[in-house]
């Protein structure tokens, strides 16, 4: 079946700890998105990357950090700069540009312990 | 940038009942998108409907790009029409697509 999927499901981070949600895709999307909600809230865009070995900062950057070395994988690190990391964390992907339809994997749920 | 806004936040409807949802948009757009997400906060694509009409089943989607706003209707609704509905937006000039905050439906039996 293709897909997103992510993992894990729930993630505990103990401050000043790094953590890393995965994201993987066999869509064959170009595109992938790094998204994080908030209780009663929209999405916001963290990062992008529209190809492989190149991503771009979305609104709400700070305190994190995603690398894209292979096309079906885009990673994000919550660092410890992160002061109010807890979390609904969504990857997405697209065949293309934003100007495309996005495809979303189940969700990563982040708590700070 | 773009400002999206969505209207009703919450919406509590009987089995069986027929519902709107809007969507206002503060600037042109080339991409215009629905999503449905379940109570297990799972996102589903709708509608991927920056102008016009598009229908799927029991779910209709109707962009009118020259005034802004984008509807969603639900016809006949289902228990498993609940959760939360998601309009995003992204002009030329955006790098992002930009989502309203939702409406909350719930559909009793």
């Known amino acids: 079946d293709g897909g997103i999927t992510q993992s894990p499901k729930y993630l505990f981070r103990k401050e000043g700890q790094n953590v890393t949600l995965s994201c993987e895709q066999n869509?064959?999307?170009?595109?992938m998105y790094w998204y994080r909600q908030d209780p009663g809230q929209g999405l916001r865009l963290i990062y992008y990357?529209?190809?492989?070995?190149?991503?771009q900062k979305g609104d709400i950057a700070e305190g994190y950090s995603v690398s894209r070395e292979k096309k079906e994988s885009f990673p994000l690190t919550v660092t410890s700069a992160q002061k109010n990391p807890t979390a609904f964390y969504l990857c997405?992907?697209?065949?293309?540009?934003?100007?495309?339809?996005?495809?979303f994997g189940p969700g990563t749920r982040l708590l700070v312990l | 940038g773009i400002q999206v806004e969505q209207s009703p936040p919450d919406l509590i409807l009987q089995e069986g009942a027929n519902s709107t949802l809007r969507c206002n948009f503060s600037?042109?757009?080339?991409?215009l998108q629905w999503f449905h997400q379940n109570p297990w906060g799972q996102l589903i694509n709708l509608f991927y409907?920056?102008?016009g009409t598009k229908q799927n089943g029991r779910l209709s989607a109707t962009t009118v790009a020259t005034e802004r706003y984008s509807l969603l209707y639900i016809s006949s609704s289902q228990t498993t029409d609940s959760g939360v509905y998601f309009c995003?937006?992204?002009?030329?000039?955006?790098?992002?697509?930009?989502f309203g905050k939702g409406t909350t439906l719930s559909v009793s039996s």
């Open positions: 409907i920056p102008s």
């Open positions: 997405a992907s697209s065949t293309g540009t934003l100007q495309q339809t996005q495809y």
């Open positions: 869509l064959n999307h170009d595109a």
């Open positions: 995003a937006a992204a002009n030329q000039a955006g790098t992002a697509l930009i």
């Open positions: 600037d042109s757009v080339n991409n």
């Open positions: 990357s529209q190809i492989v070995n190149d991503f």
